[in-house]
């Protein structure tokens, strides 16, 4: 299994992201796939879930009703749009993988990961 993140950048306050994590190596849509974010001396925090198979998404506290999680079947990509960005949303993003209908909102959860992708917020 193999994950690639893409997406990440510098923005400004307010503004928008679209992250992108390409999946290969596995059945897309079985395994639950996560976004999960990280600064430094800090633990991964969760940043959103989904499970296309049961079509259930579910977001941190802190991004809920700004950020989106979505599945392309066709692209075998998941991707993380981000809007209203704020300064506290910087950080490195990481995409996440597990075998199972949907993984958790901890980092142990999942098996998989990517290499993260830098987002900068500017105030």
């Known amino acids: 299994v193999q994950l690639q993140a893409s997406g990440g950048g510098l923005v400004q306050a307010g503004g928008s992201l679209k992250l992108r994590c390409a999946a290969s190596?596995?059945?897309?849509?079985?395994?639950?796939m996560a976004w999960f974010r990280q600064t430094p001396g800090k633990e991964r925090e969760f940043v959103a879930r989904?499970?296309?198979?049961?079509?259930?998404?579910d977001y941190g506290h802190s991004v809920k009703g700004r950020f989106t999680i979505s599945g392309d079947g066709a692209e075998n990509t998941v991707n993380l749009q981000m809007n209203t960005l704020k300064p506290e949303d910087t950080a490195a993003y990481y995409c996440a993988a597990t075998n199972a209908v949907i993984g958790g909102t901890v980092a142990s959860s999942y098996d998989y990961w990517g290499r993260g992708t830098l987002v900068t917020v500017s105030s």
């Open positions: 190596g596995l059945t897309f849509g079985t395994y639950a």
């Open positions: 989904i499970s296309q198979s049961r079509g259930i998404t």
